[in-house]
């Protein structure tokens, strides 16, 4: 069935050290990807998108790739902030049921100075 | 621009109780919208959605249910609380074309005591 991967967390990193976050995901057809961020307390936000094959979505420095081939879609950010301190999510959208989006189980990333 | 609200933003309630949660969409027309909720260290586990005014798919049995009185308007409701309601409740709305993305709502913190 359809579903997301995501990479366990938590995830502890020194401040401008480099972010990797595995996400692959299983759906039929040609799904819409998704990066959102939720910082404590607050609702989820929509970090980052593609839309098909090959597509680099990125957005306050972050940044992922479209891979159809693998089925992944990787968040990667070159140097991390405290306030990057965040849970984020990898999800993908059924269009033939509503745009239901399909969730990751989240990965908390915590950023130390 | 589009702006999503939900009210309240924290709620206490005791067991047994009846529960009304509101969601809002403003500076879009007929949307889709979702009902999320959001377990304290979990992922996220989508309730309901409706793609227009009366329409309403249930995602889980339980004991809550959902309405859409208005096209910008959602609600969630329950006759009685149960401990397990508890948690971190999410509205979100899309609209049927581009990615599909999902925009949400700033959540309402629920606790059944």
């Known amino acids: 069935g359809d579903s997301v991967t995501q990479m366990e967390g938590p995830v502890t990193l020194s401040e401008e050290a480099c972010l990797t976050i595995n996400c692959t995901y299983t759906a039929t057809g040609y799904p819409s990807l998704f990066w959102y961020v939720q910082y404590p307390g607050e609702g989820l936000q929509l970090l980052l998108k593609?839309?098909?094959?090959?597509d680099k979505g990125s957005n306050k420095g972050f940044e992922a790739t479209y891979r159809k081939e693998t089925t992944s879609f990787h968040l990667e950010k070159g140097s991390v902030q405290v306030s990057d301190s965040a849970v984020y999510f990898c999800a993908f959208a059924l269009y033939n049921q509503g745009g239901k989006l399909i969730f990751g189980q989240g990965t908390e990333l915590s950023v130390k100075p | 621009s589009q702006t999503i609200h939900q009210w309240p933003a924290t709620l206490v309630q005791p067991v047994g109780s009846p529960l009304s949660l509101e969601c809002t969409v403003e500076g879009t027309s007929n949307p889709n919208l979702y009902w999320y909720r959001q377990a304290a260290g979990r992922g996220l586990q989508l309730l309901f959605y409706?793609?227009?005014?009366?329409?309403i798919s249930s995602e889980v049995p339980q004991n809550l249910s959902a309405s859409r009185p208005q096209d910008r308007q959602f609600i969630l409701s329950s006759k009685k609380l149960l401990l397990s309601d508890s948690g971190f409740y999410l509205c979100a709305w899309t609209v049927e074309e581009g990615a599909y993305e999902q925009y949400f709502g700033p959540g309402t913190r629920l606790t059944v005591t």
């Open positions: 409706s793609v227009g005014i009366g329409q």
């Open positions: 593609a839309t098909k094959a090959d």
